[in-house]
């Protein structure tokens, strides 16, 4: 094993040593529950059209999925504009599902629910 | 029972549904995680020098408080430049911790850890 | 005159050598459309209350006056609601003035308009 | 003519009356900056890796040309790091040219400087 490899070894039992006090679903929504944080914050604001929707949600599926603790991420934006108008992205238009976790998989959901008039973020069954 | 109440409450019920499948715990790490992901992207690149170093810690100190979920937030932000000089706030200098959880306390932490020359962002025992 | 002085006055003629196309007038309409394009997307989303109004108002304010081109900044915060209530910071709370500019002074201005419907940016005599 | 379009009418006059006080060049490079400073902070830490690159560099380009002002903008991001790794945006990475004007044609620029060790927002002739 060259020491690059040695070293790389050694920084994840630094890492892991970390999460010590957590089970597997505990770390799960933890992570989750940051990179949904993130992304609300992150691409919340962008100006967006018809035509660029599509090019957004992948940018937002790239970079959510870049991180080591999702597996995988579905992104879609509701947005209902004329063709050649803009706004910007708000909370109330993302539908976002996250799977995070290992072994098990978990879903962190972001949409708007009518009910509450709000966008939440929630662990789905 | 006026009106205004009888809604506030009903929307507790539905709000409360989408979190009938978390722990108390849980649900803590899951709402710490958001916080902390979204204080990350929110504060990070804003313009700081010593002068201003001890309003911006109050300024997040306050948008974390304003969130429901959290009890206390405690932000030290670690810079040390001359006092004419200012620069972008960046992760590694933030070392904040989120006291989250209804009946129970939690901690949540991000600070820079420096064998991993990272700031982490975890569950403090 | 020290080497660090050299250096800095080497740098300070690069850098002017980019800005040798523009008039003092366009120099300071640029640069304080840099800040004012920057502050809405750094704090637009943080959330406020009645309580920490006044101590995010500074911190903008702070974050404005630590860049260069800026000489001093006057930040208003528009927001009527109830003491124990939150919301997220938006565009059209925002009260602001810049006086940027090196010789003579401009004011850069960012407010609700409400024949517009719009929190404008615009250059005010 | 129908009411909407008398409405809009009036709306672009009130929208007008704000920039009387600028020359055609100098509300290029105002409007140009403020694009700029937003690009900056909308996007810059984003989690991206070779392969969301692209992607990443589209959704930017048709952020910028959805505002008006935006006739065109070049986006490349300067990026060299293993094919399974991923880093955040940095200011530093961003090669950016905005088109703007009505008119006339002017070139807002962001890139990095290695003399200054800094990506700079500049006009370019």
Do not use: W
Request: proline share 3%.
């Amino acid at each position: 094993m060259d020491n690059l490899n040695e070293k790389r070894l050694e920084q994840d039992d630094i890492f892991d040593s970390y999460f010590k006090n957590l089970t597997e679903k505990e770390r799960a929504v933890f992570e989750g529950g940051i990179s949904m944080g993130a992304l609300f914050h992150q691409f919340v604001g962008t100006p967006i059209s018809m035509n660029s929707k599509g090019c957004l949600e992948e940018a937002i599926k790239s970079a959510m999925e870049n991180q080591p603790f999702i597996k995988k991420a579905l992104i879609n934006i509701n947005l209902e504009i004329a063709e050649n108008d803009y706004v910007s992205l708000t909370g109330e238009m993302l539908d976002v599902t996250l799977i995070v976790g290992k072994e098990k998989e978990y879903k962190i959901r972001l949409n708007y629910i009518p009910e509450l008039n709000y966008p939440l973020m929630y662990v789905e069954d």
